[in-house]
């Protein structure tokens, strides 16, 4: 009888051994399928969409002896172009995009030995041209600003190069942006450039200019001298292509990477109007920001939250979201 029952009790460990090598082995098959198969449909999918190129060429217009425009204050264009586009860099940078500035100080990229102006200008924007070239694939921006003989017009233009199909796509998504976000008077349209403006008449990649504003315009004028206003212009473009990636080339940008560390450098004005765009002030949030410190009293009474590493309502029981600030 106990060898019996030994052998029954020694058959069913056999059967359960053999029950689970099988199962073992089915689930090992099925993970190395699902792998292959994954990896295929991965292979098939970026050879259908190519990842989008996130390198931009961002270019300060004019610079050097080109001073651009002049306000009726005696202030030139150059200036303002340059720092538009510092901040425009730095928010770029910490959405993930490489940037490659056409200028970072008061020079243009013009051979100074040449003879004249003309022979000089025509220099620095073959050269602005050729970093495009030497960076594709890649966007090209061009921060510029206006002026016209009528004082009455306002405003930001986009205007986009006709040589990409996604330069308008481009144009269209900051032009919203601004109307969205800083300018709801503003109706404008983007224009397609003409042979007048060389660099978005010769660059083959997606490009846009963006004229910021009228220096024209008093109004414009006493805005743009204004260091926060020149970081919600900033802000306004990086916006429009953020808008741009996520509907043509499904590439989200998670908007606390990019004005994560703004207050450190402007202060919290420019900071609540960031998140106030994306992220409007609720109960719950209200409670969140005062049970973790008085500090934050401020971003309650100012109706929105502005402290460095606030988390929105959906993200109370996760993790706070982190940038991938440069």
């Known amino acids: 009888m106990k060898k019996w029952t030994v052998g029954v009790q020694f058959r ?4 359960k051994q053999l029950a689970f090598l099988i199962l073992t082995g089915m689930c090992v098959v099925f993970f190395v399928q699902s792998f292959q198969a994954f990896c295929r449909i991965t292979r098939e999918a970026s050879q259908l969409n190519p990842a989008p190129s996130m390198t931009v060429v961002l270019d300060a217009g ?6 651009g425009a002049q306000a009726p204050d005696g202030s030139l264009e150059k200036t303002y172009n340059l720092e538009i586009a510092q901040i425009l860099r730095r928010y770029l940078q910490n959405a993930g995009f490489s940037v490659i500035m056409t200028r970072e100080t008061d020079d243009d990229l013009s051979d100074p030995s040449l003879p004249t102006i003309h022979t000089r200008k025509e220099d620095d924007l073959r050269k602005r041209e050729q970093l495009v070239k030497e960076n594709s694939p890649c966007y090209f921006i061009s921060i510029h600003q206006n002026k016209f003989s ?7 233009q986009v205007l986009y190069s006709p040589n990409h199909e996604d330069s308008q796509k481009v144009a269209q998504a900051i032009q919203e942006s601004f109307a969205t976000h800083l300018q709801p008077d503003n109706t404008r349209t983007p224009k397609a450039a003409t042979d007048s403006i060389y660099l978005l008449w010769h660059i ?6 963006v004229e910021c504003g009228f ?11 204004n260091p926060v206003y020149q970081h919600k212009v900033a802000s306004c473009i990086l ?5 741009y990636l996520e509907k043509e080339k499904g590439v989200v940008i998670p908007s606390a990477s990019w004005y994560d560390d703004t207050i450190t450098f402007v202060g919290a004005e420019t900071t609540l109007w960031l998140e106030k765009i994306k992220f409007p002030m609720s109960a719950p949030n209200a409670a969140f920001l005062l049970l973790n410190g008085m500090g934050n009293a401020r971003a309650v009474v100012s109706g929105i939250p502005w402290k460095k ?4 309502r959906y993200a109370l029981c996760r993790p706070a979201m982190r940038g991938t600030g440069m």
């Open 239 to 243: 916006l429009g292509v953020a808008a």
């Open 62 to 67: 004019h610079g050097g002896e080109d001073g």
């Open 309 to 312: 590493n606030w988390r929105p």
């Open 150 to 156: 009528d004082s009455r017009y306002g405003g930001t």
């Open 204 to 209: 083959q990649q997606p490009a846009v200019l």
């Open 12 to 15: 069913k460990n056999r059967r």
């Open 215 to 225: 220096l024209s315009n008093e109004e414009d004028l006493a805005l743009l001298q």
